[in-house]
């Protein structure tokens, strides 16, 4: 009974507006970070094909998004002032189904159209951001905020576990991976109709403010100098946290977890560990200074990624996500909270928002640098912990950073936190502890470098390459084409090829000759040579081949591939075709002394088709 009563003063300590945002938080969050537990390996394997600096190409994507996410809150708060935050979430949902369903429809190839589609959802998911965070503050006090905003991070890791532990199960085949977005916008769909039904604004719209105005609000917060400097420092924790995003890619392509092990689950981890512990974790922190919960944050997640990236243990690979996970906890919501305490009440608004700015800082920088060193790194030198403990290093510099802004704030602690009745020296306070960490941070790089190479797909390998007998073998149709050649002229063009371990690709043009021109003609048969050039450089000819006279021609050009690795990359890319017609045959009289006259033929249509049969590594 005395839990029942608890649970009960939980729920009605907060009104009615502030369950509503955060289911709006639990659905959202639950189908963006749905689409995120596949999108790297998804776009790196899928979209792009595995190719050399797909990791890259995918971090400069990310990176692009991320402005988005990111920087775009700091305009849509300021918006949403003016408009009112029920139009504003209008717009963003709207956006979201649009861009998860063009998501959906992207196929092998077509990065540019994926790359739109996804800008969307970061346009409609960067506008949603802030209303929520804001509105939280609005509706409720200062005394209830350190815990208001631990359920709010706690609903968003919940959708996201329910989420990723769905699609595990339901879509792990990489095949699959593309109806992922179709549920992802189908839970956005949800929210739309708890908004018509349910959310009113929390504040009145501004509707004397120009949207120039509103943009201007901006201003005070970017003015407030101990405040961007926050800012900049935070979004080291940002760049150190984009190593989630490229966890996928470094656990398929280094078998970190067995094959039975969806990819979708790793992202399972992180939520379910905050699910299970951040109520105890919220409460076992409220009573700190919120600068010393953000530092014990940085601290765990450091901690965690090294655990996680240093190791050759499954399970310590898994306990690496716990610990890091239990540090992500502490730090967000913390400063989520420190923020909302220093900022002045009439631009509370403005400062939620410009959170974002710290964030899109670190995981612009962290994507297109992390997708790089990968490459590099990772994949490239075979160095995996190498790079990783590149990523606890920014996390240690992090700390060192937060370590002397605290000492510069610490004689403002009261007026910051005044609720804080006794502010005493700590771990965090003493001048030991920043040599402490400055030290770390070689003997952390020293440490990934030492530990040598690692082995792709090292649970696959045997003596003669992989066993691609575990392989499923699936056909890629190319849509087939058509043109018009004169006699000696010649088409050419390029075929892209966007999957990995291709193992065989077949050419076959086709044309069919005219018929005679009557009883006194006989068409003379077409002859056209197909040249096919694979993106390794090596080409294949058909050679002249004519039609059986007044009948249809067929040249074909096939091309094996055998792999070593996964991916093996031979016949990814783009190829080169070239049709040429060498002869078109003319209508040449059946009788000569008639007096008749050759007619010339200028030349004749043909169609290419292109069949791709590739190999697809078993859902883990």
């Not at 990791?55 to 692009?64: K, Q």
């Not at 290093?393 to 602690?413: H, K, M």
């Not at 009948?551 to 690795?565: H, L, N, P, Q």
Request: glycine content about 10%; overall charge neutral; hydrophobic content about 50%.
């Amino acid at each position: 009974m005395a839990e029942q009563g608890s649970l009960s003063k939980l729920f009605g300590s907060f009104n009615r507006m502030f369950w509503v945002v955060n289911f709006f938080e639990l659905f959202e969050r639950g189908a963006y970070y749905s689409m995120m537990a596949i999108l790297s390996i998804h776009v790196v394997n899928n979209i792009l094909g595995g190719g050399a600096y797909a990791s890259t190409v995918f971090g400069i994507l990310y990176g692009f998004v991320v402005i988005l996410l990111y920087f775009y809150p700091v305009v849509s708060g300021a918006l949403a002032e003016k408009y009112g935050y029920r139009n504003m979430l209008l717009f963003a949902f709207s956006v979201l189904i649009v861009g998860y369903m063009l998501m959906s429809m992207a196929r092998p190839g077509q990065f540019v159209f994926f790359a739109v589609a996804y800008s969307l959802v970061g346009l409609g998911a960067g506008t949603f951001k802030p209303i929520v965070s804001a509105t939280i503050a609005h509706v409720t006090s200062v005394d209830q905020r350190n815990q208001a905003y631990s359920i709010y991070y706690w609903l968003i890791n919940f959708g996201a576990f329910v989420g990723t532990l769905v699609i595990g199960f339901l879509f792990s085949a990489p095949s699959l991976y593309h109806l992922i977005f179709v549920v992802s916008g189908a839970l956005v769909c949800v929210n739309m109709a708890m908004l018509l039904l349910f959310f009113r604004n929390p504040v009145e719209p501004r509707k004397g403010l120009s949207v120039v105005d509103a943009i201007k609000r901006i201003g005070p917060a970017l003015k407030d100098r101990s405040f961007v400097m926050l800012l900049v420092i935070y979004s080291g924790f940002w760049f150190m946290y984009t190593y989630q995003t490229f966890i996928q890619i470094y656990m398929d392509q280094f078998d970190r977890m067995p094959d039975w092990f969806a990819i979708a689950w790793i992202s399972t981890v992180n939520p379910g560990t905050i699910i299970v512990v951040g109520p105890f974790i919220s409460k076992a922190v409220a009573p700190y200074r919120s600068m010393s919960v953000m530092m014990t944050g940085i601290s765990l997640a450091c901690i965690g990624i090294a655990i996680n990236g240093l190791s050759d243990s499954s399970s310590l690979f898994l306990l690496g996500i716990v610990i890091f996970s239990v540090g992500e906890f502490i730090t967000h919501p913390g400063f989520i909270s420190y923020v909302s305490k220093i900022a002045p009440t009439d631009k509370l608004a403005i400062y939620m928002a410009s959170i974002f700015i710290s964030v899109g800082i670190g995981q612009i920088a962290g994507g297109v640098a992390q997708g790089f060193m990968y490459d590099i790194i990772a994949r490239g030198m075979l160095r995996p912990k190498l790079y990783i403990a590149l990523i606890v290093a920014v996390g240690l510099a992090t700390l060192i950073a937060f370590l002397y802004y605290n000492r510069w704030l610490s004689r403002e602690a009261r007026r910051i936190e005044p609720t804080i009745a006794d502010i005493t020296p700590s771990v965090w306070t003493r001048s030991a502890t920043v040599g402490v960490v400055l030290l770390l941070i070689p003997a952390t790089i020293g440490t990934g470098f030492a530990l040598g190479t690692s082995v792709m797909g090292s649970e696959d390998v045997e003596d003669h390459g992989l066993d691609w007998t575990k392989y499923a073998s699936a056909t890629l149709s190319i849509a087939d084409i058509s043109d018009y050649t004169n006699e000696g002229d010649e088409w050419s063009g390029p075929v892209e090829i966007g999957v990995p371990n291709v193992a065989s690709m077949t050419f076959t043009l086709t044309w069919t000759d005219e018929a005679d021109d009557g009883a006194r003609y006989t068409n003379q048969p077409d002859t056209f040579i197909l040249y096919v050039t694979p993106p390794n450089g090596t080409e294949m000819m058909s050679g002249a081949v004519s039609n059986p006279q007044g009948g249809a021609g067929t040249a074909s050009v096939s091309f094996r591939f055998e792999g070593t690795s996964d991916p093996f990359l031979n016949g990814t890319g783009a190829w080169d075709v070239v049709v040429k017609c060498t002869t078109a045959g003319n209508q040449v009289p059946r009788v000569n002394f008639l007096g008749l006259r050759t007619r010339a033929d200028a030349g004749n249509a043909w169609t290419l088709s292109v069949e791709c049969v590739h190999l697809e590594r078993p859902a883990k």
